[in-house]
């Protein structure tokens, strides 16, 4: 039961992490809409880079949300008519890369 609620907390963190980067995206796009943005190009350099940077930074938060979400699920759902090995056994299992780590499911 504590490691469920660990991951819980630890998605719910996840997401508010995400949530605030999109915010930060979206302020940098409404930046960038600016019809006379791209004239002055040393101005639009760093907020594009910014951009980019976070565009990444959302990426990868992603990843590792989709993957505490999975390994959540296997402690929260029901087997009453299912098998843990459902989750676990599958013909070619995906591969994910995350922070340096391989992850094989």
Request: zero cysteines; glycine letters at 4%; aromatic letters at 8%.
């Amino acid at each position: 039961e504590r490691a469920y609620q660990a991951l819980k907390n630890r998605v719910t963190e996840m997401e508010a992490r995400i949530a605030e980067r999109e915010q930060q995206i979206k302020e940098l796009e409404q930046t960038m809409a600016a019809p006379d943005f791209y004239t002055n190009h040393e101005k639009s350099k760093p907020v594009l880079d910014r951009h980019q940077a976070l565009m990444w930074e959302v990426g990868e938060l992603l990843a590792q949300w989709e993957m505490l979400v999975g390994v959540r699920n296997l402690f929260h759902e029901s087997l009453a008519n299912t098998s843990a090995y459902d989750e676990l056994l599958v013909v070619r299992p995906p591969k994910r890369v995350v922070g340096g780590l391989t992850v094989r499911f």
